[in-house]
Nanobody, 121 residues
């Protein structure tokens, strides 16, 4: 089991910055690909950014160049630095962990409870 706890959300004016953190506890953090998802009111949850166990990253097109995902395996924490925030970035942001396992074992997925980010005009 892996427990994920997000922090760092809040209210910020457009153009501002926030840094989200996701602290993990339980199983071996470094074995998991980590990601940030978000869900705005009335919309589906979408991938924002992810970082693999080897440090490779990819981003949604809408946040490329503005958001940066990183991880610190020594602290069992993944971060999302969000700059140049826009009102359309308003959403609940969720931390996600994915662990690949070889057959016959199934992959494992874990979610945090989310942290609210509100970007005001």
């Amino acid at each position: 089991q892996l427990q994920l706890v997000e922090s760092g959300g809040g209210l910020v004016p457009a153009g501002g910055s926030l840094r989200l953190s996701c602290a993990a506890s339980g199983t071996v953090f470094s074995l998991n690909d980590m990601g940030w998802y978000r869900q705005a009111p009335g919309k589906q949850r979408e991938l924002v950014a992810r970082i693999t166990t080897t440090g490779s990253t990819d981003y949604a097109g809408s946040v490329t160049g503005r958001f940066t995902i990183s991880r610190d395996n020594a602290k069992n924490t993944v971060y999302l630095q969000m700059d140049s925030l826009k009102p359309e970035d308003t959403a609940v942001y969720y931390c996600h962990a994915h662990r690949e396992r070889p057959p016959p074992y199934i992959d494992l997925d874990y979610w945090g409870k989310g942290t609210l980010v509100t970007v005001s005009i």
